[in-house]
């Protein structure tokens, strides 16, 4: 038995039927085409699948999508304005903060999500900030100097 889901996405709104199994990142994925939300552990560890939910950085494979109903969610897709990146997004490639790309999504929504609470977090904080996100690529080291230079201003967002 499906029930209704109404969903804001990247500022788009969704209606659509689940089942109530379902969750928050098949929705994204198999249901929206949006595949910018990782998926990897399915049990909460690694963060690929992270999106901001209501504000907040969730892991989308351990919410059901119908705890999202009605809810605003913005994923990786809906981090740039037009054709302009977002200054996470311009950073991560100016300082190499990928390599395979698979955590990248989900490291830009955590950061993203850490910027939003907090625009001048300390490196420790930023360290806390992306400790749900697993990269086993580069070592964090780019990563942090990436939000760091976001935090120092060198990244100016979209107008
Ligand atoms: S796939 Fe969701 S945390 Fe790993
Ligand atoms: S860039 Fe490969 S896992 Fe992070």
């Keep these: 038995m499906k029930e209704e889901l109404s969903l804001t996405v990247n500022g788009q709104p969704y209606e659509l039927y689940v089942k109530p199994k379902t969750l928050l990142v098949e929705v994204l994925r198999d249901h929206l085409g949006l595949t910018g939300a990782k998926r990897s552990c399915n049990s909460s560890s690694c963060g690929a699948c992270t999106v901001i939910l209501n504000g907040m950085a969730v892991k989308s494979c351990s919410v059901l999508a119908l705890q999202a109903d009605k809810g605003e969610v913005l994923t990786a897709e809906g981090l740039a304005v037009g054709n302009k990146l977002h200054p996470l997004q311009e950073a991560f490639l100016d300082h190499g903060a990928y390599q395979c790309g698979f955590c990248t999504s989900g490291m830009l929504m955590s950061s993203k ?44 967002e979209a107008k």
């Design 113 to 156: 999500a850490l910027l939003d609470e907090n625009p001048s977090p300390t490196r420790e904080q930023i360290k806390e900030g992306i400790d749900g996100n697993i990269c086993r690529c580069t070592g964090y080291n780019s990563i942090i100097r990436a939000l760091t230079a976001v935090v120092n201003g060198e990244y100016k």
